[in-house]
């Protein structure tokens, strides 16, 4: 039997996000976007390493899983919270930064990092070791 829980709640863009988890496989489903977030590990790696894990990540037998942009996972970060600043839903989050896909423009070496104990963006080395979330388009198969 699965374990679903189903949230809608206010995000700091006024947008509402409707957030379901699937405690089976440990997946958080945002329906606004029809994103699914590997929720089931806390996992540190440097930026290569991160896009390397994502690309070959198979969990609830989907293999189409990435790194997400900065958009996307901006969009998950609530800023109204701290501590973590993500919806309850997600259960396994470290409140330190997530590494996107995203380079930094400015300086090629550097990527754009999501920090969930505050909600804000910043972008540092590559080489660092950062968290991983992974994602996926929930229309693919």
């Known amino acids: 039997m699965k374990n679903i829980i189903i949230l809608t709640v206010g995000m700091s863009l006024g947008l509402f996000a409707d957030f379901i988890r ?3 496989i440990q997946v958080v489903t945002d329906n ?4 699914q977030w590997q929720d089931d590990v806390n996992i540190t790696k440097n930026w290569r390493e991160a896009i390397d ?3 070959v990540l198979t969990l609830g037998n989907k293999s189409d899983w990435r790194l997400p942009n900065v958009n996307e996972l901006y969009f998950i970060a609530d800023r109204n919270k701290k501590d973590p600043a993500i919806d309850s839903v997600y ?3 470290v409140l330190n930064g997530y590494w996107s896909s995203s380079a930094y423009i400015g300086d090629e070496s550097n990527a754009w990092i999501i920090y969930f104990n505050h909600g804000r ?3 540092n080395i590559k080489s660092n070791s950062y968290n991983v979330r ?3 388009d929930g ?3």
């Open 32 to 35: 606004s976007t029809n994103l």
């Open 134 to 136: 992974c994602v996926r």
């Open 22 to 24: 699937d405690n089976t």
């Open 121 to 123: 963006s910043y972008w």
């Open 139 to 141: 229309q693919s198969s």
């Open 91 to 93: 259960q396994n989050v």
């Open 53 to 55: 894990y994502c690309e």
